[in-house]
């Protein structure tokens, strides 16, 4: 691992950035939005666009082949075109956006907040997963209100949202099911044949996708961050001082050790055999999840922010620069 290059933030506010398959970096900036379509490679500008609204500064966005899908703290979803900053669709969801945003070849998805007003603020004690039209912007379904904060996550067939229960939709928003679980989870993981729900404690519980019969339970290490799942489909999650494997099939897990102490950001290479953290004294922490190692390599004073990886690279935030750091073959 080494750096190959960084981007000053100069007097910029960056509130995300994501990277896809065509190997461009997008910069998302406040407090007015700004839009920057960068080559990961050469870091060459390749376009700067202005939009007059204000991004949400809390959840991520979403990219296609030809559009970014940001959500504003207007209650809105804009589908940008990214090679010239044109909005194509707004899709306004008239409540606040409480979640990060999905997207399909046809559709997107986030959860919203009921907003209630009391005397002295506005509260969200509600929620609903909504659905827009990703060409026209039009809301196309939205479902009942959900009494607890919740996560959600795409299959190809089906929407799964956690909240109080594990709960499975169609992407029309039509409900098909749902089982109780103990406690608030993170966002579900969902493969051919499972769905997953992890928890702040360890615990994790795999469900067969088709009735939701339980397939196995397993109490691991806790975790400080949202669990992944690798190439030889596993779940793996930040934990204080390193990184946790949780083999599911054999009810087994395995801890590797960082010797630092972690934040709650991680994510994986291309063919998924790599994780990348931060720890909260600057450095970016890769884990071998072959060799079950672990390397890093200071960058920073400060915590390190979001790991990003596009293409052979992985970039990471502090407060002055976004680094560019090149992955070793």
Not at 53 to 59: D, G, Q, S, W
Not at 176 to 183: A, H, R, Y
Not at 225 to 248: H, K, M, Q, Y
Request: charged share 20%; glycine share 4%; hydrophobic share 40%.
């Amino acid at each position: 691992m080494k750096v190959r290059n960084t981007i000053p933030l100069q007097h910029f506010s960056l509130i995300d950035y994501l990277g896809d398959d065509d190997m461009l970096l997008r910069l998302i900036t406040g407090p007015q939005l700004t839009l920057s379509m960068i080559d990961s490679d050469d870091l060459t500008v390749m376009g700067n666009f202005s939009i007059q609204t204000t991004p949400h500064e809390f959840y991520h966005s979403a990219a296609d082949n030809s559009c970014v899908y940001i959500p504003t703290k207007e209650g809105q979803i804009l589908a940008i075109d990214k090679f010239s900053g044109e909005i194509l669709a707004t899709a306004n969801m008239a409540m606040p956006i409480m979640s990060d945003v999905e997207q399909d070849k046809q559709n997107i998805y986030c959860i919203c907040g009921v907003p209630i007003s009391t005397k002295w603020r506005l509260n969200v004690d509600n929620y609903c997963l909504c659905i827009s039209d990703k060409e026209t912007g039009q809301k196309k379904a939205q479902t009942n209100y959900f009494d607890s904060p919740c996560s959600m996550t795409l299959s190809n067939d089906d929407i799964w949202v956690s909240s109080s229960s594990l709960k499975r939709y169609l992407k029309t928003g039509e409900f098909v099911n749902e089982i109780k679980i103990p406690k608030l989870a993170y966002k579900p993981i969902v493969t051919d044949n499972y769905v997953i729900s992890c928890f702040h404690d360890g615990l994790v519980r795999v469900f067969n996708c088709n009735d939701l019969e339980l397939y196995s339970i397993i109490n691991a290490e806790p975790n400080i961050s949202g669990p992944l799942i690798t190439a030889t489909e596993e779940i793996v999650w930040i934990t204080d001082s390193g990184i946790c494997r949780v083999n599911f099939h054999e009810k087994v897990f395995l801890s590797i050790a960082a010797n630092k102490n972690m934040a709650p950001v991680l994510a994986l290479s291309p063919d998924r055999t790599l994780l990348f953290g931060c720890s909260t004294d600057g450095c970016l922490v890769t884990f071998d999840l072959y060799a079950n190692t672990s390397s890093f390599i200071k960058l920073s004073k400060e915590q390190l922010q979001k790991p990003e990886v596009v293409g052979n690279y992985v970039f990471v935030l502090n407060k002055e620069n976004l680094i560019q750091i090149e992955i070793s073959s």
